[in-house]
């Protein structure tokens, strides 16, 4: 069983920044973050491949970077000028090597935007 840890989140009024980080036990293809908010399907928010290719969703395009740490296994999203259509559970999702590659989730955590 894989786990990724991860950390940050929390709640902020809008226009604030947070930084989310994921932390995988052994190198992994790529990592990244999706978010679900109520009432809403799981959506990708940003990715990076290992070798430093990253994709974003076109909501947070602009705002947030994604970024990594391949010593360490760990990938960081800063998020600024947040909004509070942001809010949302903040999954990390690792992909491993190889075809076909395996998915591990992270727990999740609370990212909660105020007006």
């Known amino acids: 069983q894989v786990q990724l840890v991860e950390s940050g989140g929390g709640s902020v009024q809008a226009g604030a920044s947070l930084r989310l980080t994921c932390t995988a036990p052994?190198?992994?293809?790529?990592m990244g973050w999706y978010r679900q908010a109520p009432g809403k399907q799981r959506e990708m928010v940003a990715n990076?491949?290992?070798?430093?290719?990253?994709n974003y969703a076109d909501s947070v395009q602009g705002r947030f970077t994604i970024s990594g740490d391949n010593d360490k296994n760990t990938v960081f999203l800063q998020m600024n000028s947040l909004k509070p259509e942001d809010t949302a559970v903040y999954c990390c999702?690792?992909?491993?090597?190889?075809?076909?590659?395996?998915?591990?989730w992270g727990q999740g955590t609370q990212v909660t935007v105020f007006a």
């Open positions: 990076r491949i290992r070798g430093g290719t990253t």
């Open positions: 052994h190198p992994m293809f790529s």
């Open positions: 999702q690792a992909s491993t090597f190889g075809v076909p590659g395996r998915d591990y």
